[in-house]
């Protein structure tokens, strides 16, 4: 018997931040959205295409390729997505060559996903956007 054999999801919130299901029983779960990066890179568009599984027992976003069991969000676990990620930036040994390749790595699929996300917006949008990341980062963009 699982943890959600007489649960099951009834409602789906996803917004910026936040991943929030309603439970059968009234109860709500609510998750960081950072957890599920498929989703944190989702338009709000995106995250309102979701259905519930037959039975309350998960959750699924079709544009996203993205599902949620109600098993993993009882247990509080984040994607395998994001567990890999953390593996490779949360290294134990800050001096270890290995994590720090590792490490690498991962900042470097981050930073090709950005600048593929960066090209879908409008050539008005990229320059200000552009401009945000680098002011976060305490950067100049090269001239």
């Not at 590792?102 to 593929?116: K, M, W």
């Amino acid at each position: 018997m699982t943890p959600s054999d007489k649960l099951a999801i009834v409602s789906v919130e996803a917004t910026g931040k936040t991943l929030t299901v309603g439970l059968s029983d009234g109860r709500t779960i609510s998750a960081p959205m950072v957890w599920y990066p498929r989703l944190a890179q989702g338009s709000p568009d995106q995250l309102q295409d979701c259905w519930i599984y037959e039975g309350g027992v998960g959750v699924h976003w079709p544009s996203l390729d993205e599902d949620i069991s109600l098993d993993g969000l009882l247990a509080g676990a984040p994607s395998p997505e994001y567990r890999r990620a953390a593996r490779g930036v949360f290294f134990p040994n800050a001096g270890d060559p290995a994590s720090l390749v590792a490490a690498h790595g991962f900042f470097q699929r981050l930073l090709n996903e950005y600048s593929e996300l960066l090209r879908k917006q409008p050539a008005e949008d990229q320059a200000r956007l552009r401009e945000e990341v680098f002011r976060a980062l305490g950067n100049r963009p090269a001239a």
